[in-house]
């Protein structure tokens, strides 16, 4: 595993150390928004995390390894080269062993993320169960990996070009908790609202790092969902956002854009259409779940010195 | 995980000498029947599994803990308190960590008692994929559980409120061996008929012990699904329960019941639309289903004597 | 594991040795093929492996074993038997314990294969998503098992009587690589076409064994679909196969074959109504898998030997 693995010291450091990190997802600087947008706000959303009191860790893959720690350099290269791949968990060994460029979605960060003892992870929203999955079988990668990888995902909720209801079914059947922070409404991504329920609702970072720390201590592998409402002032209203999601799926079947294509498509189209509305809700909703998601780091550090583990 | 597991005395002493023990569920108890048959058939099942030679465990949480094990009075408390929460993979490390009272379902009960070392578990019928579920997605985490957790779970079919040809499909696609105890015909739970060929037929305690010997023994991981069918004078025909159920499932979408809901409100819609004659089939078949488990649970911990394990 | 599992001394000493070895199914000589070209085909497979380098494993099951190297007249009992179980994982711990004999299919294949060491196999084609799955639910657990068995699969693409994008979805949300040998798009089992671009593509053996190597030797579990085109001049072109696959699901829905008589169902009726020359491109397709296998357990194993595992 060390083979394809390299930290940067000061994320390795940390990690050894116990003190509080956070990954962070390549694929939204590369795939999700337009430059010079995506580089400042990935520059952003590491120095929230540092001045919410945790180490960053943007992590991508490249010159054959999965890289845990990138440079200002680095996330500038990815924000601005075209060839460089969107790599779920089913393309890293291609990447890796053909030596290529890499952006790593929400299972492929995860994974990596778990090779090098991270356990929380921040990210726009979560891919999900595709609109029309019932008959597609389009589903993310994303939800197979949050089975099974004990890496909990700070969120806005589920993209919502999604289907929220039926990515709360999945999720439900794979026995994945999903947490909302602070409202007992599932939050709808570009929108605080969703019109689902939130399975579990709960208020403050100690009361995640104490669920995350009872999930994982009595040995329940896999991840937690945890969403994040957009602040109220920086969203774009559901009704408003969902007659764009509407165009946008309508414009992506017209021009059978399809697989690992569509989630790309469909953002840039619903920015454009909206003047870049859904882009700065985007931008927003990313920092405001930097900052909470280094506050449960820090939560999460704090128990494990408090309740060290027996053998 | 010991931190979050306490094991009861008896059962624990009973575990380490390699004794038959049977898991059970206590969602029956606070969800699955009315006050007061739920705590005298807790009792009762109990009986019937000591009865038969083997050491009952039934399971729930509260302050704090898994309870393997429960006493009276406890089995009481979950007969009738109402703020018992239904605990199914995905709500453990809430109900935990927050410190409330859990009643767990076929999926979090078998957890657990893999936690304490338990590998058979006596239930009514195990969840699965629901009615409609082609296009609601809704399908149990009990599956999902079964797919990795190494417990056997006797039963009376999957519960005839689901799809059980779809629920065969998943099993299928899952790995998951089904084994009807004595019939070339799946049983249906409230009768012992289902229109469905069971995938595999054993005839005794015995062969049913060898095959989960050989399934664990060579490294395959999961559970069993044992269907066990309801005595024919204790059913309640296939199609004069058919007729209930459907008028449930049409009430239950009338009043909008979803999710962790849905099961609970049909069976109670369809007990008291058959004046309890579902309850009495229920009752009868849980009973059933002990005698038969503890059975089982004896010749595997004959077996396991017979034949130690090589390094 | 050890009681269950039988090694052919060759094999064995192969697999110490860590010579390429090349695991073989015995489902389609018991049920994919008929007597005597199953016979003899088997027979030509094994002689493929040796012709280009490695040792081939057919893997069957009979006197409570899963037997790893079959001599030739096991071969050809399995060949010839009537009685002769259609084992998929479900099926493999009853079959052992009521010392039934057992042809293996690509899943249980794949397990044995992983429990006695080896971690390349040669099929025809794999099972998959079934048309209309969307609604009957019938997906092969050949899918469930290389989501986490790590035995890379040879083969000429997904079985054509499938549903190929379906398969393709479920091979994405399970995060299993799908590498294409020489062509862009993935072949259809009979043909080399099939509509679909293949999500990956390799040119060579050893890029082959380059992306296993790293796959597992990052700790990424599970197969890899290798597709592998047969030949321009032995295929069954595509339009004029499917027309046949049509009439054959037809027959099949008129005549009710359900479960796992499916698939062996539909070969024979596509065999019987193209005059044998589907025959014809199943033989030419698997014994092209088997020279393509070969050539990649050899480079995999000649980068053992370069790249030894670190501690
Ligand atoms: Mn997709
Ligand atoms: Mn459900
Ligand atoms: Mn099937």
Redesign the interface.
């Known amino acids: ?5 390299a930290i940067q010291p000061e994320v390795q450091e940390a990690i050894a150390s116990g003190k509080p990190v956070v990954a962070l997802e390549s694929t939204i600087i590369s795939h999700g928004m337009p430059w010079p947008q995506n580089v400042e706000t990935a520059i952003q959303v590491e120095e929230t995390v540092r001045a919410n009191g945790a180490i960053p860790a943007t992590i991508a893959i490249f010159n054959g390894k ?1 890289r845990v720690g990138l440079r200002t350099d680095q996330l500038s290269y990815f924000g601005q080269e075209k060839n460089v791949w969107k790599v ?7 990447v ?3 030596n290529l460029y890499g952006a790593t979605t929400v ?1 492929a960060t995860m ?1 990596i993320a778990a ?1 090098a003892g991270i356990n929380l992870f921040v990210t726009g929203g979560i891919g999900g ?1 595709h609109r029309g999955a ?8 994303d ?3 949050m ?1 099974h990888t004990s890496v909990a995902v700070v969120s806005a909720g589920i993209k919502s070009i999604l289907d929220i209801g ?1 990515t709360l ?11 909302t922070i602070g409202q007992d409404e599932l939050p709808g991504f570009y929108s605080n609202q969703s019109n689902f329920a939130s ?2 609702r ?1 208020d403050t970072p100690e ?1 995640i790092a ?6 994982w ?4 592998e896999g991840s ?1 969902l945890i969403a994040n409402p957009v602040p109220a002032h920086q969203q774009v209203p559901k009704d408003e956002i969902e007659v764009h999601i509407q165009q946008a799926l309508e414009a992506a079947d017209a021009q059978q854009i399809k ?1 690992k294509n569509i989630t790309p498509f469909l953002l840039k189209y619903i920015a454009r259409h909206t003047q870049g509305e859904s882009l700065q809700a985007n931008i927003a909703l990313i920092k405001n779940n930097a900052a909470t998601g280094a506050k449960i780091a820090v939560a999460f550090a704090a128990k494990e010195l408090e ?1 060290p583990e ?1 053998n």
Chains 1, 2, 3 share one sequence.
């Open positions: 595993m060390k083979n394809y693995l999965c779920s968990l089913r393309d890293m060994p291609y890796l062993s053909q299972a994974r090779m169960v019932e008959h597609s079988m389009d589903i993310s990668a939800l197979t990996e089975g039926l079914e999945y999720l439900e059947t794979k026995g994945i908790p999903v947490v399975p579990l709960l009361q104490a669920l995350l720390k009872t999930k201590g009595m040995g329940l937690v697989g309740f027996e």
